[in-house]
């Protein structure tokens, strides 16, 4: 097995680079190295995606990617495929996702007190795939850089299964779907590399698009980084939906409450909600967790937000019983993990919508974003027609944007007139001149059960 030090001579010029995985973060990452004079071939084992990319059809909806992609592959600077070739750098954007691994006897010996052997950890069954999938095409010299999320110490690791004098760096990536190719440029990042040669070589690819600072420092301090970012908003978030929980108990509107303590010079709760979504939040936190005997507060927030779909769903259920509205059929407006994404990736919304559904509730679904979800997908009309109950669950702006003729008409189409906002998007007054009952999220005084 290779150590650390021994690195020996290396090439420093970097003109053909291959990206492995071309989802959210691989393909605007391919396309803004492309349009920024590199030679890149993006690589996917998904066929179907790599035809799609070569004929200028995107799954993802994401502002700008289509032209970037277009223009990228034009140049002649960009090829996509399904197998990668030899090239002087290798940047790997494969997803890392969370699985629940009954046998983790590391971290079950470090957590394990009252979670019934289920211990969620990192899957890198794909990244070890893609670093086995280069390999073959790896020269003494070349690049590679991890930009999907990984466990601490997990880029030492793979530079030791690599038997070649690489450079190696991981480069997380922290840009906001929606804002992707914006924020790919004016984010600041942070390389961190196997030694310094690596980190000085990865700057210098990076440098070519990114307009913000670019910090160096070590691969596992660089792996905490992204992973103390995501949970520095998971936890506050959890702190921000127990306020919800208990308000609620209260009769108090947690909004209300939130918004007067942020008054405060150093005060600043976050908002709560339905749940904690996405490929990032709700995944990373588990990657320190499954890591650390230490991280106790980290795995309380975790769960506390993973159980928030459940309480949001009792609380659903109650109140219906309490109105004496038997199997209700609810409207939900949002399934994507957060508003104005096509993404459903680990979507709270799933999980409320599972629990209503074994509660005898009838549920029909309408997003103006998703494109791909679990259940069927409706128009607004199909989605609204005799419903009892609209529950949001998204903050979208289509549902922000609502005008009172829209709330009047979607009013004349339902059997009883309830909305349930749990993200606090709503102009309730409109709602309210509508005869609809708002009930939110965290406002105890809208809500008969606690
Ligand atoms: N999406 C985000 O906003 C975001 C933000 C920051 C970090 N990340 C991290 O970046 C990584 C990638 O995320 P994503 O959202 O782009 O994932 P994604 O699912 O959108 O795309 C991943 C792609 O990799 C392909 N793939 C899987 N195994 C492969 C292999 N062996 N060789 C080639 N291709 C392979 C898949 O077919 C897929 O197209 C993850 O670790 C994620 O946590 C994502």
């Avoid at 021994?6 to 691989?26: A, E, P």
């Avoid at 990244?127 to 110490?153: F, M, Q, R």
């Avoid at 909600?273 to 490929?279: A, K, L, N, R, Y």
Wanted: net charge negative; proline share 4%.
């Amino acid at each position: 097995m290779k150590q650390l030090e021994n690195i020996g001579t290396k090439q420093k010029n970097i003109n053909k680079i291959c990206v492995i995985g071309l989802g959210y973060i691989g393909l605007p990452t391919a396309s803004m190295l492309a349009n920024h004079g590199y030679y890149v071939v993006g690589v996917d084992i998904d066929e179907k995606r790599v035809e799609l990319i070569k004929n200028g059809e995107l799954i993802i909806d994401e502002p700008g990617l289509m032209t970037l992609v277009k223009g990228a592959i034009n140049s002649g600077n960009l090829n996509v495929k399904t197998e990668p070739e030899e090239a002087d750098a290798f940047i790997i954007c494969v997803p890392t996702p969370v699985i629940h691994d009954k046998n983790n006897k590391d971290n079950n010996k470090n957590n394990n007190k009252d979670n019934n052997n289920e211990t969620p950890k990192c899957d890198l069954t794909y990244v070890l795939s893609a670093v086995n999938g280069i390999k073959p095409y790896l020269k003494d010299g070349n690049l590679v850089v991890i930009e999907s999320t990984i466990p601490p110490k997990t880029t030492e690791m793979i530079y030791k299964l690599i038997d070649k004098n690489i450079h190696m760096a991981y480069c997380p990536e922290r840009v906001l779907p929606g804002k992707i190719l914006k924020e790919l440029v004016e984010n600041d990042r942070i390389v961190g590399g196997i030694d310094e040669e690596s980190s000085e070589l990865a700057k210098e690819v990076y440098k070519s698009f990114v307009d913000g600072d670019i910090y160096l420092t070590n691969s596992t301090t660089a792996e905490m980084v992204k992973l103390m970012e995501n949970t520095f908003r998971d936890v506050n978030i959890a702190l921000a939906n127990e306020f919800a929980k208990v308000c609620t108990e209260m009769k108090v509107n947690v909004w209300d409450a939130i918004n007067l303590a942020n008054k405060h010079p150093r005060v600043n709760i976050l908002n709560p909600g339905p749940g904690v979504g996405g490929h990032c939040i709700s995944i990373d936190p588990w990657f320190i967790v499954e890591k650390s005997k230490n991280a106790e507060l980290i795995k309380k927030a975790r769960e506390l937000n993973d159980n928030m779909p459940k309480y949001v769903c009792n609380l659903i259920v109650k109140e219906f019983k309490k109105l004496n509205i038997n199997n209700p059929k609810v409207s939900i407006f949002g399934v994507t993990y957060k508003g104005n994404v096509d993404d459903t990736r680990e979507s709270p919304a799933k999980k409320i919508i599972e629990c209503l559904l074994s509660n005898d509730f009838n549920v029909s679904i309408y997003d103006p974003h998703a494109k791909v979800f679990e259940y069927p997908l409706n128009k607004l009309e199909d989605c609204i027609k005799g419903s009892d109950c609209i529950i949001v669950l998204t903050d979208h702006d289509e549902f922000k944007n609502f005008e009172k003729e829209d709330i009047y008409e979607i009013s004349k189409l339902m059997k009883h007139k309830i909305v349930i906002d749990t993200k606090n998007i709503l102009n309730h007054n409109l709602w309210k001149e509508s005869k609809f009952e708002v009930k939110l999220l965290g406002d105890g005084t809208t809500w008969n059960v606690k």
